[in-house]
Structure formats: C-alpha cells, structure tokens
C-alpha cells in the first residue's frame, strides 16, 4: 500500500513568542513589506482564520504548518524560498506552491485554487 501523501506549508517567519510579537507588529505597521505572503492570506492580524480552517480541514490529505526555523531544521538540505507549499510523498519532497506563486496570489480563494490545481489534483 502507499504511503499517502502529506502537504507541508511553510511560513516565511520563525516560530517562538518574541518573533510572533514581532510578526504581528510588522503585518500591522508595514503591512506592505510584510515577508509572508502565505501568513497574511490565512491568517488576521492575531489568528487563524475560519474560511483557512474549514478548507485544510476538507482536504483529502493530511497537512502540517511549519515556520522557516523548524522546516529548515527538519529540511537542512531544501533550498527553496519561502513560503512554500511541500508535498511529501514516501521520500519525496517536492515544492507545490512557490513563494513567487504566493506572492502573486492575493486573496483566499485564488489560494484555494492554486492548492487545488498545484497539490491535490497534480
């Protein structure tokens, strides 16, 4: 049997309180240099939000969130910008969604879209 896949989303910021302060400090003041373009469509300035939840939640995969910090401890050897959507299949990691895909995607449902065509029906 295969192994199912997974799909790994990867913000462009590092985990912690201090550098959540300073991420929800920097999408409120300078919104427009904000450095995550994944961060900023799915979540508001102090959470989650719903519309994001209820559509990981009716994948037909399993998902997992990471930041830049724990992929890269994790992923040592992976290159790609961030943030990024991964896809592990067996051993196989694989960019779905590139930062520059996610930078040009501007509201939730061209997200949506992107990770229907690019991760799920691929």
């Not at 400090?25 to 508001?44: N, R, V």
């Not at 959507?85 to 051993?91: A, H």
Request: hydrophobic residues 40%.
């Amino acid at each position: 049997m295969p192994n199912p896949a997974l799909l790994i989303f990867v913000y462009n910021a590092d985990s912690g309180m201090f550098n959540t302060l300073a991420d929800i400090g920097h999408k409120i003041f300078s919104h427009e240099s904000y450095a995550c373009a994944l961060c900023a469509i799915t979540h508001s300035y102090f959470r989650e939000r719903k519309e994001w939840r209820h559509f990981i939640e009716s994948l037909p995969v399993p998902c997992r969130f990471m930041h830049r910090d724990e992929f890269c401890r994790e992923y040592p050897g992976q290159q790609e910008k961030l943030p990024a959507i991964f896809k592990v299949q067996g051993d196989t990691l694989r960019s779905c969604v590139s930062a520059k895909q996610l930078e040009t995607c501007d509201n939730m449902v061209l997200l949506k879209q992107l990770i229907m065509n690019s991760c799920i029906r691929d």
